[in-house]
């Protein structure tokens, strides 16, 4: 009876959360300073729809909603900076709103949530992507004084494309997405490549789409800051990428960390760049780095495999048990630590002291330093979330490839 009383729940929110965005993208021309309906008829403009969300001048945020059929409607996710859930008001139009802040400059997720059941924003375009069976968010930016280092600037722009492969090591099509920097295309040069992973519930776009790693290193580079790179992004989970065709799910994964993934990575994905595109081919210009999941996957790759990655950074990396057991996994590097340290350029290891994988993060470098490893270890404020590895990002591009030209093959 439980079951069925959940699955009743979850089709009606479903039902009205339809009728949300039927009715945001048909409703009458409305005002935007309000985000009431016009009296008049005339179809929305993006100038005149329903304007949600509204970022005002004290760094406050009013989210709206137009839900005429709900009972109840929250606002959810990391704009509460910890709060569980704010309740929203709802008008005589049907239109529910909640005013939250003032919040600090930074990019924000949130959801709403009715009859329990998780949805975006549907007058925000602003959504984070993820993999079949992972719920979306919406995200909102509350601008600072000056423009953030994650914020476009008047600067010359690299590419991102989006690239599609034939996995052999998985048997379907998958996507990479490919950072190149700005100029590729009119210069001979060679250039280094960052391999940049994303973390768990997230696909090959979440760098971009999430992290502005793009934007971040087009700043850095223009800054020079940081050497010219490609970065490769690449679908962390054993799937099938998606818009290609009719789903296929792989069998026998179960596991956040699969045993695919190395295999497609090395065989597969850094193959097709080096055939490709104009970069190195050696470890001195070869980095791999990554959040969360990917963290854990940079550093288990990367440990395992130096003479094939000269740089290796893990942000809240998930190196610790339930997700692995780093004292096992690296047994047979550890033993021979002189040998490690005399080919990594960096061990870079970086997590927010809120963050739940902290210890894991701290217990990892602690036992890295104790069998004689260099490592780099940088704790800051914060927990699992995108303005740490943005941040992340930022500090340690600049750290990687240094002095590579001068050890070019």
Known sequence: MRSKSRLATLFIALMIAAGVVMATAQQPASAPATGGAAKSGGMATPYTALHSPEVHPDRTVTLRFLAPEA????????????????AMTKGADGIWTATVGPLPPEIWSYNFRIQGVDITDPSNPAIKPVPPGFPMSSFVEVPGDTPAFYDSKPVPHGEVRMVLYESKTMGVTRWLWIYTPPNYDKSRARYPVL????????????????????????????????????????????????????????????????????????????????????????????????????????????LSN????????????????????????????????????????????????????????????????????????????????????????????????????????
């Not at 502005?212 to 223009?222: E, G, K, V, Y």
């Not at 956040?256 to 081919?281: C, G, H, W």
């Not at 004292?327 to 290891?349: G, I, Q």
């Not at 914060?382 to 750290?399: E, I, K, M, N, Q």
Request: include cysteine; proline fraction near 4%; glycine fraction near 10%.
């Open 71 to 86: 009972t109840e409607v929250y606002v959810v996710g990391e704009i509460l900076q910890g709060k569980r859930q704010l």
């Open 195 to 302: 391999y940049l992973l994303h973390g768990n519930g997230e696909a090959q776009n979440g760098w971009v789409m999430n992290g502005r790693a793009n934007i971040i290193l087009d700043n850095l580079i223009a800054e020079k800051k940081a050497q010219p790179m490609l970065v490769v992004m690449p679908q962390g989970h054993a799937l099938q990428g998606a818009n290609v065709g009719p789903l296929v799910r792989l069998s026998g994964e179960t596991d956040m960390f699969s045993k695919r993934f190395a295999p497609d990575l090395l065989q597969d994905v850094i193959p097709l760049v080096e055939r490709n595109y104009r970069v190195y081919t050696d470890a001195d210009h070869r980095a791999i780095a990554g959040l969360s999941m990917g963290g854990g996957q940079a550093i288990s790759i990367g």
């Open 306 to 409: 130096p003479q094939l990655f000269h740089y290796v950074l893990g942000y809240s990396a998930a190196v610790g048990r339930p997700f692995m057991n780093a004292e096992a996994e690296f047994k047979e590097v550890l033993e021979k630590p002189e040998r490690l340290n005399s080919r990594l350029r960096l061990l870079w290891v970086g997590c927010g002291k809120q963050d739940f994988l902290y210890q894991a993060n701290r217990q990892f470098v602690d036992l890295v330093k104790a069998k004689g490893v260099n490592v780099i270890y940088h704790e800051t404020e914060g927990s699992h979330v995108w303005s740490v590895w943005r941040r992340y990002l930022h500090d340690t591009a600049p750290l990687l490839f240094k002095g590579a030209a001068s050890r070019r093959p």
